[in-house]
């Protein structure tokens, strides 16, 4: 079946610090990705998506590509903020009757001042 | 645009117990998914309701069941409650359609003891 695998947490960084946080998938097709974020004691925010290959999604600073040759969608920021201090889950969406949101495990991540 | 809400927002119940939790969709979509999230995992799909009908499911036992109703809120019920059904409970609206990004409502947090 389709599956998420995010890189292990937690990730602590220094303000201003560059930020990758690794996602591949298997999947059959070419489903969306999505990258969501997840406050303390809150639901799930959409951060970005992309659709197809080669896509770029960005929001907030934030970047993925959509890289169908290493069935990867790497999560990037360029100067992290304390206030991105959060867990980020990475997604696929299957569409076999449903659409399903398939998610990896998670990655906390710490920024400190 | 009202966005997804749910409620409550915390529940305890005991072990053998019922409960339902509800999720009003955002404006204009007529879509509802419900995920559950264990601590510390990412979520975990398990059921989608689309026009009222129940479109796909998880790996969840029948005591999971749901409803949507003609204005597209929905409900989820639990039935014979078991110490692991603790979790965050998360409902998504989307609209109906192909790789439609699923929006969130902050979630019911479910203890059962």
């Known amino acids: 079946g389709n599956s998420v695998t995010q890189m292990e947490g937690p990730v602590t960084l220094s303000e201003e610090a560059f930020l990758t946080i690794n996602c591949t998938y298997t999947a059959t097709g070419y489903p969306s990705l999505f990258w969501y974020v997840q406050y303390p004691g809150e639901g799930l925010q959409l951060l970005l998506k992309?659709?197809?290959?080669?896509d770029k999604g960005s929001n907030k600073g934030f970047e993925a590509t959509y890289r169908k040759e290493t069935t990867s969608f790497h999560l990037e920021k360029g100067s992290v903020q304390v206030s991105d201090s959060a867990v980020y889950f990475c997604?696929?969406?299957?569409?076999?009757?449903?659409?399903?949101?398939?998610f990896g495990q998670g990655t906390r991540l710490t920024i400190n001042p | 645009e009202t966005g997804v809400t749910q409620s409550p927002t915390h529940l305890i119940k005991t072990r053998g117990q019922q409960v339902t939790l509800r999720c009003s969709s955002q404006s204009g979509h007529n879509t509802v998914s419900w995920y559950q999230q264990a601590l510390g995992q990412g979520p975990q799909f398990i059921f989608q309701?689309?026009?009222?009908?129940?479109?796909g499911r998880g790996n969840f036992p029948p005591r999971f069941s749901g409803l949507q109703f003609p204005n597209y809120s929905s409900e989820l019920n639990v039935n014979a409650l078991e110490l692991d059904d603790s979790a965050l409970y998360l409902c998504?609206?989307?609209?109906?359609?192909?790789?439609?990004?699923?929006?969130f409502g902050p979630g019911t947090r479910l203890l059962v003891l």
């Open positions: 998504a609206s989307s609209l109906g359609g192909s790789q439609e990004t699923q929006y």
């Open positions: 997604a696929l969406m299957e569409n076999q009757g449903a659409q399903k949101l398939v």
């Open positions: 992309a659709t197809k290959a080669d």
């Open positions: 309701y689309y026009r009222e009908e129940e479109n």
